[in-house]
C-alpha cells in the first residue's frame, strides 16, 4: 500500500503563493502519471495539474499560467508551486498518483490539504 502525504497548504493572502509538497511512501519513479487535484466545499473534485513518468505537463485551464507541477523520483516527492492566488483557489488540495503493474491497476490518494486564500 502507498501512502501520499500533502504538505504546505494554509492560509496565503490573495497574489501570495505556495508551494504543496505530496511525499510518498514508496519510490514513485514507476507511478505513470502524478497529479493534483482540488475540490471547493460544494463543488466537485477538479483536476490542477498531472506530471507523466516522461516529465510531460498538463495543466487545467483556469490555473495554466500561475501553477507549475514537478516530481522528483530521488525524492519520491511531488511539488505543486502556486502563485498569484484568488479566492477562488480556495480548496482542498489533493495528490494523487498511478501506478500500472503486470498485476494490477491503481490510483492512491493522499488526504488532502487545506489551502485558504483571504485577506
Known amino acids: 500500500q502507498v501512502q501520499l502525504v500533502e504538505s504546505g497548504g494554509g492560509l496565503v493572502q490573495p497574489g501570495g503563493s505556495l508551494r504543496l509538497s505530496c511525499a510518498a511512501s514508496?519510490?514513485?519513479?514507476?507511478?505513470?502519471?502524478m497529479s493534483w487535484y482540488r475540490q471547493a466545499p460544494g463543488k466537485q473534485r477538479e483536476l490542477v495539474a498531472a506530471?507523466?513518468?516522461?516529465?510531460?505537463?498538463n495543466y487545467a485551464a483556469s490555473m495554466k499560467d500561475r501553477v507549475t507541477i514537478s516530481r522528483d523520483d530521488a525524492k519520491n516527492t511531488v511539488y505543486l508551486q502556486m502563485n498569484s492566488l484568488k479566492p477562488e483557489d480556495t480548496a482542498v488540495y489533493f495528490c494523487?498518483?498511478?501506478?500500472?503493474?503486470?498485476?494490477?491497476?491503481?490510483?492512491?490518494w493522499g488526504q488532502g490539504t487545506q489551502v485558504t486564500v483571504s485577506s
Open positions: 514508496q519510490n514513485i519513479f514507476n507511478f505513470i502519471v
Open positions: 494523487s498518483g498511478r501506478r500500472v503493474t503486470r498485476l494490477n491497476d491503481v490510483t492512491y
Open positions: 506530471i507523466q513518468a516522461g516529465n510531460s505537463v
